[in-house]
């Protein structure tokens, strides 16, 4: 767990273009980052995944990702009207 006393990098997102999705090429990124998160002396790595975005889930989850907390949100009425 990040604490005030160590450091952890944050991913916002990552993509790979679609026609070379499933290639590989997400888990050589992930592991770059990986890489260089400990050079810098990182501890962990946090990101955050939209619960819809079941692919990237399965995706983090193969690459020893666990959900450590969960963010919760509620659309308010006439959001869509203002939108
Ligand atoms: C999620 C994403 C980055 C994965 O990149 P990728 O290059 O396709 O992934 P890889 O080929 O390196 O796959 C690594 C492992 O994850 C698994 N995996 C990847 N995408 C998956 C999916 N949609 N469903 C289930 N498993 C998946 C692969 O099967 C592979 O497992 P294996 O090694 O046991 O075969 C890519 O699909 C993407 O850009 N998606 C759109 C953007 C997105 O959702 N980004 C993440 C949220 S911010």
Redesign the pocket.
């Known amino acids: 767990m990040i604490t005030d006393e160590n450091v952890g990098l944050f991913?916002?997102?990552?993509?790979?273009?679609?026609d070379?999705?499933?290639?590989?090429?997400?888990?050589?990124?992930?592991h770059k980052i990986q890489e260089w998160a400990s050079v810098k002396g990182a501890i962990a790595i946090e990101?955050?995944?939209?619960e819809f975005?079941?692919?990237?889930i399965?995706?983090?989850r193969?690459?020893g990702y666990d959900t450590v907390s969960q963010k919760m949100s509620k659309l308010l009425d006439g959001a869509r009207a203002a939108g």
Not at 11 to 18: F, H, L, R
Not at 47 to 50: F, I
Not at 53 to 56: D, I, P, S, Y
């Open positions: 991913v916002d997102c990552i993509g790979v273009k679609s070379f999705r499933g290639g590989g090429v997400g888990r050589m990124l992930m990101l955050n995944v939209h975005n079941r692919g990237a399965s995706f983090y193969k690459l």
